[in-house]
């Protein structure tokens, strides 16, 4: 029984990485490789510490946010924005998908939390949970300011590109830290996620 417990797992892992390749590369290849690796990594990650730029895109505006993110896998996610000015301060904490907003030591109950990830506070908890379980249909290398990244689209199991919504992500290929992560609906970029901090234990 025990090894069979033991096996749930990486049976799991490759079930959700069985797509993986559909970019260009051979299955079993190092991106596909890379991305099982990273995946573990991501799924025993019991906290995470970062910055990340967003941009949201709402086709008749643009919003752009700079958010700190303070997540605990078993206790709550705090993000703050630090930017723009105006708003800087205002703080989201997310527990249990449930969300408030905290400001001046007033704090807001907002409800639960949107799984689609399109909106700034939805996003960081949608990029994780598309990291540690999100079905993996391409996945490839790719050189972006002269760093190797690995870029990894999870989409649905039936799905087809550029229907529905998407999710890609960027991971550094040496530190396996997440640099960028993309959410799109129907092929349009709805939120841009840049990463300029991330730690995770």
Known sequence: MR????????????LLLSACGGAGEAKGSPAEE???????????????????EVTADYGQRVYEYTIQVS??????????????????GI??????????????????ETGALND??????????????????????ECGMETVEEA??????????????????????WFDSETHALVRGELSQDGFTVIQCRFTEFARS
Do not use: H, N
């Open 3 to 14: 090894r069979l417990r033991m096996c749930v797992p990486m049976m799991l892992l490759v």
């Open 91 to 108: 703080t989201a904490r997310i527990r249990d998908k449930e969300t408030a907003l905290e400001y001046d030591g007033v704090r807001w």
């Open 116 to 137: 689609s990830g399109m909106s700034p506070v939805d996003a960081i908890p949608a990029l994780l949970r598309y990291a540690q379980k999100g079905f993996m249909a």
């Open 148 to 169: 190797e990244l690995l870029r990894i689209v999870c989409r649905d199991p039936e799905g087809t590109a550029g229907v529905g919504q998407e999710c890609s992500l």
């Open 71 to 88: 997540y605990e896998k078993d206790g709550e996610t705090v993000l703050t924005l630090t930017a723009p000015a105006e708003l800087a």
């Open 34 to 52: 890379l991305a099982l690796v990273i995946r573990g990594e991501f799924l025993d990650m019991t906290a995470l510490e970062a910055v990340m």
